[in-house]
């Protein structure tokens, strides 16, 4: 038992865990890219350049009442958080991911981060799906998640680190709102969704000061890891014979 916990251990560390995050989110949106073709909208906007097809993003998992309601793709709740619309979207998020991340795994280590950035996906898009969002995508309400999960430590463990994290992190908050409502295209309720998603399974799984990760931590984010790898790559596989067939 020790051994096959040390296995895990040394497989699932904080380097791994962000770039195998980072490397999917990158090789989802260059397939997005070579899928859209001449479709692929090229602009020195840099808001509008290389943006993927809609429709090449709904048939690899975009979510939102499109593809829930007419095509029951439930399952979008999760590959959304994977899809990007545009450079500088994916490049913006990668950026902020490099910044949470690292945080969140240090005080709730990085299988409990990933289990958090997945739930907090899904409770994200879902909110959104509540909130009538036609089309949405990106890993926005995950890393809200993060900085979620983020607040509660700070104010759950308080002292002067915990008040720090507090007040960082609630900055964070402030400036989420303050874009969504200034700039177009902002899912809000994905936001939103993440944000309180994260705050609650921060809560629930508990952080490192309260207890440290175990295998059930472990065995929960490799499980998240697996089903997600599937639906991405099934998501992959259908669009390239849909497309190329």
């Not at 895990?8 to 260059?30: C, D, E, G, K, R």
Request: aromatic residues 18%.
């Amino acid at each position: 038992m020790m051994t096959y916990h040390k296995k895990y251990s040394a497989f699932l560390t904080p380097s791994f865990v962000m770039n195998a995050i980072i490397y999917t989110n990158v090789i989802m949106f260059l397939i997005s890219l070579i899928y859209s073709g001449r479709n692929m909208i090229l602009s020195f906007n840099p808001f509008y350049a290389f943006t993927p097809s809609m429709d090449v993003l709904n048939f690899l998992g975009a979510s939102g009442r499109l593809p829930i309601v007419k095509y029951e793709a439930w399952w979008s709740l999760i590959t959304a958080n994977w899809l990007h619309g545009g450079l500088l979207h994916i490049l913006f998020n990668m950026m902020a991911l490099k910044t949470l991340a690292p945080l969140v795994m240090k005080e709730f280590g990085p299988s409990r981060m990933f289990s958090i950035y997945t739930l907090s996906g899904i409770a994200g898009f879902l909110l959104s799906y509540f909130g009538n969002v036609y089309l949405t995508i990106g890993a926005s309400s995950g890393l809200c998640g993060l900085i979620g999960a983020a607040l509660f430590f700070g104010k759950s463990r308080g002292g002067q680190w915990g008040q720090l994290v507090y007040k960082q992190t609630f900055g964070w908050v402030v400036t989420l709102a303050i874009i969504g409502f200034l700039m177009p295209n902002i899912n809000n309720w994905g936001h939103g969704g993440g944000l309180l998603g994260g705050i609650f399974f921060g809560w629930i799984l508990g952080y490192n000061e309260k207890r440290m990760e175990n295998m059930f931590d472990k065995a929960l984010a490799i499980f998240f890891a697996v089903i997600t790898s599937w639906l991405l790559l099934k998501s992959v596989v259908q669009g390239f014979f849909l497309i190329y067939s």
